[in-house]
């Protein structure tokens, strides 16, 4: 099995950054990412790394998604950043069930949160470095593909947002997520 970092772009628009695993050679795979946004269409990938396993691609996702900070950079399409074994979706104004919120708090009863030790922290750096992963090499490759795109704030105002777009910008995020919630049911 191959496991790999990879960054699918449109031509002029936006990118994504995800983890694959596949027994095909990582050249000759054609997947382009598992996102769920219907407006992104992307038609070239590049290969930012490749690991010996599964999880040493995911710490290397989460690190690129950290950096870039996906979820809110309009440059990219993902819209959670991957954690540890998660994805980190931002759920403000959904409700949770009391029986989610019971099965969450069980989850997290008896782990300790804390400072990771000198041996974990070079552990870590020993995983990028095994596997070519975050480096100036991997920021290069998605720079390059990013050459020529026109900046998504391009020729907009700069300063406070008058009422109306308030007022719209409101409604635009009402929408969004009841759509959203509709989705889920």
Known sequence: MNH???YSYEEWGRGYIGVRQCECEVNEDTYLGSF????FNPTNKIILAECDNRKEA???EVMLHKFYD???NPHFANQ???TSS???YDKTGIPMSEETK??????KRGKKIGKQSPEQIAKRIESRRKCGGWNKETNKKISESLKGNVPWNKGKKVGPMSEEDKRKKSEAAKRYWAEKKNQRL
């Open 36 to 39: 769920y946004d219907t407006t």
């Open 70 to 72: 996906v979820k809110n």
């Open 4 to 6: 790999y970092i990879y």
């Open 58 to 60: 995911l710490e290397l």
């Open 102 to 107: 019971k099965k969450i708090s069980e989850a």
């Open 86 to 88: 998660k994805f980190d």
């Open 80 to 82: 959670s950043n991957q």
